[in-house]
């Protein structure tokens, strides 16, 4: 499959369980980005990776923990979760590991329900 | 950092009108303006940007306009047809350096038929 893809698109579940967020990008991209899409925020960033190196994490709970094994492969931990980080979780890449201005290129998402 | 205020949040217009969005930026270091468009249960993509060294950019029946000196952008759209509804997003970014993008909060936009 090319661009980038997300599994699972839907997740429902409880405050006490464990989850996690998986996206994987075909493009050759050395940039990784998570945001959290709200009606409140609608492109909330939340991470950045740049080379497998986190570069940016702006001011996100520490419920939420990524991990960027390859410069492909970007996935989201959730634990203990309230019921308002229900929403549209969206992963990104983009070509160039500096984040010089260039296309993010984003996969469809994960909807995400906390009961 | 750079702050994006877009305007307005939500515009309906008439099948065969235009329709503008507007953007303004803070940090004068922002050089590459994008915006993206996301339909409804689908992921943003890319429809057009600018980069500082231009005023304007044309694709088709979308615009992109950029004024550097009052630091703000439009995004036009001409002869609006009902696939053209969805929200928009714009986005603001130094060309170089370890700066991600900044998007604005989004303009939801209705044509009706």
């Known amino acids: 499959e090319t661009g980038v893809t997300q599994t699972p698109r839907h997740l429902v579940m409880g405050m006490t369980n464990k989850k996690s967020l998986k996206c994987e990008q075909h493009l050759g991209h050395n940039a990784m980005y998570w945001y959290k899409q709200s009606a409140k925020k609608p492109l909330e960033l939340m991470f950045v990776y740049s080379l497998e190196e986190r570069v940016e994490n702006n001011s996100v709970p520490s419920r939420f923990s990524p991990e960027c094994p390859n410069s492909s492969h970007l996935f989201l931990h959730l634990h203990t979760l309230q019921p308002e980080d229900s929403a549209l979780y969206l992963c990104a890449s983009s070509q160039d590991p500096g984040l010089a201005a260039n296309e993010q290129f984003f996969g469809p998402g994960t909807r995400l329900t906390v009961l | 950092g750079e702050n994006v205020e877009q305007h307005p949040s939500t515009l309906s217009v008439q099948e065969g009108d235009s329709a503008v969005i507007k953007c303004t930026y803070s940090?004068?270091?922002?050089?590459?303006f994008p915006w993206y468009k996301q339909e409804l249960g689908k992921r943003p993509q890319l429809i057009i940007d600018?980069?500082?060294?231009?005023g304007e950019k044309k694709d088709q029946r979308i615009a992109v306009t950029l004024n550097k000196t009052a630091k703000h952008f439009s995004l036009h759209i001409t002869e609006t047809q009902p696939e053209d509804s969805a929200v928009y997003f714009c986005?603001?970014?130094?060309?170089?350096?370890?700066?991600?993008?900044?998007f604005g909060k989004g303009t939801r936009l209705s044509v009706i038929a």
């Open positions: 940090d004068s270091a922002s050089n590459y």
């Open positions: 986005a603001a970014s130094p060309n170089s350096g370890n700066t991600p993008l900044v």
């Open positions: 600018i980069r500082s060294n231009v």
